[in-house]
């Protein structure tokens, strides 16, 4: 599986055609109809202005789309599919990232200017498939909403954004992408939902990364190496808060037994919920099963609260886990790794834990 990519190097051609793309607002809203083809969606960017819509009609679509502004673009449901062309053109110029890429503003060192983020880009409605890296990606966006999209079989993530807030991912579907299938990373105060989605058979089925006020709730994932991973790396840029203040409510986490296996990262398998260095994480509601992976992991477990201090990060502190049913995970249904302190963990519906002497589950 790829290693997880901080994007921070942006060609200076994306800061160029921010800069020749963004038009200003326009009076009237216009709807410009899209026919399947090669480039054709790039084409109707380029010629549309700030809050009008792109109407994909139901076909194929070879291109890769580079979104600097304002914009809905709208498929016909998930017939209408959009695939890399032939010859990659990357558009996003974002160390070869591919797909639909919504990107707001960069300084002068190739960084993002957040006081300058594409706001409101909305997506639905439509399929990407196949890309080298991501199906659908926003960085440095603002308002950005996905929503009814099925991105599959990508070599990195299905819908994933970096540096933004405001963000809502619903009623998606992501499957077999390499890295996430749901990503939100990069991003303290974020104020993002990640909701109604179902995610399977990717590395990690939701990812919240190095950010925090992210709320994931009534998602379903199932088969991936991590169910829903909340995720301190150590790593976050200049400015960002440590990761937590997360929401992670009445999901089902179940069968999350595929192999990631180590190499520049710890192998990963067989974890439900993963609470790995995040701090102040409300945890309830969700039905957690089955996750008992008998591959290599760092950490397994239904509910998994672990320290990422030895990378950098921090330990898992001052969390809250209750009223969840968690059942038949191994090694436990709840496993802590000592570390941290003021985690709550109360009244769920479990039959083990790790330690056994703390009495939060006492046996069905």
């Known amino acids: ?145 996905v929503t009814h999209v099925k991105s599959d079989n990508n070599g990195g993530y299905g819908i994933a954004r970096f540096v933004s807030t405001d963000s809502v991912f619903d009623h998606n579907l992501t499957s077999w992408n390499g890295e996430a299938g749901l990503y939100m990373g990069d991003s303290p105060h974020a104020d993002s939902i990640v909701s109604h989605n179902t995610s399977d058979n990717n590395g990690y089925g939701i990812f919240l990364r190095d950010s925090t006020d992210i709320t994931a709730s009534d998602n379903r994932v199932f088969d991936n190496c991590v169910g829903i991973f909340a995720l301190n790396s150590g790593q976050g840029s200049p400015g960002d808060l440590p990761a937590g203040d997360y929401r992670i409510i009445d999901n089902s986490a179940s069968d999350n037994n595929k192999a990631c296996p180590g190499g520049d990262h710890p192998a990963l398998s067989g974890v439900g919920i993963g609470l790995f260095g995040v701090h102040d994480t409300w945890v309830s509601g969700n039905v957690v099963r089955d996750n008992n992976s008998s591959s290599d992991s760092i950490a397994k477990g239904g509910v998994v609260l672990f320290s990422t201090a030895f990378i950098g990060g921090a330990d898992a502190s001052n969390n809250t886990v209750r009223n969840n049913v968690v059942k038949n995970n191994k090694p436990a249904d709840i496993v802590w790794d000592s570390k941290g302190t003021g985690n709550k963990v109360q009244h769920n519906n479990c039959r083990t834990a790790i330690p056994g002497n703390l009495g939060w589950c006492p046996g069905h």
């Open 1 to 145: 599986m790829k290693t997880v990519r901080r994007l921070v190097t942006i060609a200076a051609a994306a800061i160029t055609a921010v800069a020749m793309t963004a038009l200003p607002a326009q009076a009237a809203h216009t709807t410009i109809k899209v026919m399947p083809g090669t480039g054709t969606i790039s084409a109707a960017v380029a010629a549309a202005h700030p809050g009008d819509t792109l109407r994909l009609a139901k076909g194929t679509y070879n291109d890769s789309v580079f979104i600097p502004i304002s914009l809905t673009i709208e498929g016909s449901g998930w017939d209408t599919v959009i695939m890399p062309p032939a010859t990659s053109t990357n558009p996003c110029n974002m160390g070869g990232m591919e797909g639909l890429c919504a990107a707001g503003a960069f300084d002068s060192s190739g960084n993002p200017d957040v006081t300058k983020p594409v706001v409101n880009v909305r997506i639905k409605d439509l399929r990407t498939t196949g890309f080298s890296d991501t199906g659908v990606l926003g960085f440095n966006t603002r308002g950005l909403t």
